[in-house]
């Protein structure tokens, strides 16, 4: 029923082609099968069964789609389905001729030799195949080809810049396909640059592949022989591998005077659109794959709750959320210019989540509680945090307030409002922290722990529903808000110098996309119907990367030379600081959850009672900023802060 009630007029008339086209095609075998009186002998029977026949026809081209197919899309399984259908119906039109019309009509038609003949023949089924999938097909596809030629003629005439396509032919075949369709505008591609073997010398859509990304040089200087400079360089996902050397790529495009741009990742299904080359992009391992069905049927038509939600992990969760197809999203924020900026960035995707943000301190326990209880969120995402590792050594109390007991009013909040799940965004430097960072994330680590065990423990008729409360770990993310990466670039752009803290140090990165996307895959796990005993989740970030090697690399992208152009100077570690970040520790076993990029972390869990205890002891203390106390409380909680040397 849904599908007839969203019937347009389109659909309407494409129904009447196709019963016509069927009319033709069946008048058509007709006329060229039986010359003179036999056909005419046939007619009067012909034209009572036709209007029973055209009526099944247009119910099978319902079936099979061809009644609520854009033309201006059609392509191979709309091609398949035009092949069906004219199966179904030559079957249809040999039972009608085999088992009842024949019989009824031997004898009856003029001629000394019709009674040993039926009424259609197999030549003339066989005929009627061939003519229907041509009716069907032939305006169809006339249409499909006058729309792409008049694309192809817009893309090239509208101040079109001719460009070369970096990657792989699948990669550029979506591309190409974005541009016929218009997604993609003021693009003409001239030429595919394949770093497989297999593409050269190939046709895709009309475009050749000349060769390999060795041969930008070689491939803009013929164009330019011709009179034909080309402007653009396109690098689509398969750039990005390491076989197609995309650093290569960039700097060759920049010394010739191009515009270097990108084609994001396609596996999302998102519109393809061009962005310009980020030297971050060049700086990564290759992501997870990343099962996005999954995370849909876990947020689509969900109410969701994001803390932090104009921060930058927290906004790209909202993002994320309200693609998947949250059906309510909550932002919440204390920066009101933040929260301005990620309302009005939602809006504009127009996702159809119903969208709402507050301005509300995590802190201010009151006002958590009455937004979240109001709101009935069916999963809480708590991205909301104080993270700069200087400043909190500075301020300990403040990191206190907002990391523990912030975190302490989410979760409690979510749970009086039963929700399904609080997730606590974490970090790896609450692995034997060594910080003020560190320590409070571990601290509200363990609250939720604790909060999770006891729900987990609750059985018997009546009990309260079990609440997920999970935390996940992460390192650094490229671009967001502190990250070395942006500081380089401004350093870099300000004529240097790059200051590095010190030669030996070492960091995790990954992208914020891939981080928040894993961060919900964690979240269907820990949703499982058989509930999985893990409540610690931590993120596969690849190999570290050392911070010298990362500033080298980002100035040589620059087309600088590091020592020459841009000076690298080393400043010394700061106040809670490490050299190396760890992923687990020493007595925290890892264990494997069989999803990619993601495994789970088993360490300590202190009862609720220690934590009300502990939690007790913090509150005067970060009233009266006593330093020591709160020093003492957390060693106490976190014994592993003594062993990292804290």
């Known amino acids: 029923m849904t599908r007839l009630s969203n019937l347009t007029l389109r659909n309407l008339l494409i129904a009447l082609h196709d019963a016509l086209a069927t009319t033709l095609a069946v008048l058509a075998t007709f006329y060229l099968r039986f010359e003179g009186d036999a056909f005419f002998d046939r007619l009067p029977l012909l034209l009572r069964i036709l209007p029973y026949f055209i009526t099944f026809s247009v119910v099978v081209c319902y079936v099979f789609n061809l009644t609520t197919t854009k033309w201006r899309f059609i392509s191979l399984p709309d091609a398949l389905n035009i092949l069906r259908v004219a199966t179904v119906l030559t079957v249809a039109l040999l039972a009608l001729d085999y088992i009842f019309v ?25 005929l009627y195949w061939f003519l229907e999938v041509f009716f069907l097909s032939g305006l169809r596809f006339a249409y499909r080809y006058f729309r792409y030629s008049r694309m192809r003629y817009h893309a090239r005439t509208d101040g079109a810049s001719p460009a070369l396509l970096i990657g792989r032919a699948a990669d550029a075949e979506i591309l190409l396909r974005g541009i016929e369709s218009g997604a993609v505008k003021h693009l003409w591609p001239v030429g595919i640059l394949s770093p497989s073997r ?33 402007a653009r360089l396109i690098m689509t996902p398969s750039a990005f591998e ?26 999302s299904g998102e519109m393809p659109r061009l962005t310009n080359v980020a030297v971050e992009d060049l700086l990564l391992r290759a992501s997870e794959n990343i099962d996005y069905a999954r995370l849909e049927a876990l947020v689509k038509n969900k109410a969701v709750i994001v803390t932090g939600g104009g921060g930058s992990i927290g906004s790209e969760i909202c993002d994320r959320v309200a693609t998947f197809g949250a059906a309510r999203l909550l932002v919440i924020e204390n920066s009101e210019p933040a929260l301005y900026a990620i309302t009005e960035a939602l809006a504009e995707h127009q996702t159809g989540a119903v969208i709402e943000g507050r301005i509300a301190d995590i802190r201010d326990r009151e006002r958590i509680m009455r937004l979240v209880k109001e709101f009935k969120p069916d999963i809480v995402f708590h991205a909301a945090a104080l993270k700069h590792v200087p400043i909190l050594e500075r301020d300990w109390s403040e990191g206190v307030k907002t990391n523990i007991f912030g975190s302490i009013n989410v979760a409690d909040a979510a749970l009086a409002a039963g929700a399904e799940a609080m997730v606590m965004i974490s970090t790896d430097k609450a692995i034997e922290p060594v910080s003020m960072l560190g320590l409070t994330k571990r601290f509200a680590e363990m609250y939720c722990q604790a909060l999770d065990h006891d729900l987990a423990s609750q059985t018997g008729p009546g009990a309260r529903p079990q609440m997920r409360l999970i935390s996940v770990r992460f390192g650094n993310v490229l671009a967001s808000n502190g990250s070395v990466v942006p500081k380089f670039k401004a350093q870099i752009d300000a004529g240097g110098p790059v200051t590095v803290t010190h030669p030996d140090m070492v960091r995790y990165f990954m992208t914020i996309r891939e981080a928040c996307d894993l961060v919900i895959t964690a979240v269907t796990h820990a949703l499982a119907p058989v509930r999985p005993d893990v409540s610690v989740y931590v993120l596969n970030m690849g190999q570290p990367v050392k911070i010298v090697d990362l500033a080298e690399r980002m100035i040589r992208l620059s087309g600088l030379e590091p020592g020459h152009d841009i000076d690298i100077v080393f400043t010394g570690m700061r106040p809670g600081e490490r050299l190396n970040e760890i992923l687990f520790a020493t007595e925290e076993p890892a264990v494997e959850i069989g999803i990619a990029g993601i ?9 609720m009672q220690s934590l009300h205890k502990w939690i007790a002891a913090l509150t005067p203390a970060v009233e009266h900023d006593d330093r020591a106390t709160i020093r003492a409380v957390l060693k106490d909680a976190i014994p592993e802060f003594g062993l990292a040397g804290g």
């Open 102 to 126: 024949a019989p009824d009509v031997h004898g009856k038609l003029a001629g000394p030799n019709l009674q040993t003949t039926f009424f259609l023949g197999k030549i003339t089924i066989i």
């Open 198 to 230: 297999a593409d050269r010398g190939q046709l895709i859509r009309n475009i050749p592949v000349l060769g390999g990304v060795d041969d930008i040089e070689d491939v803009v200087a013929d164009f330019a022989r011709r009179n034909k400079q080309i």
């Open 242 to 267: 390491p076989e197609a050397r995309p650093e290569s790529v960039l700097m060759r495009g920049r010394r010739l005077g191009l515009i270097v741009s990108r084609l994001p990742s396609l596996e």
């Open 599 to 607: 495994m789970a972390a088993k360490p300590n869990e202190p009862p």
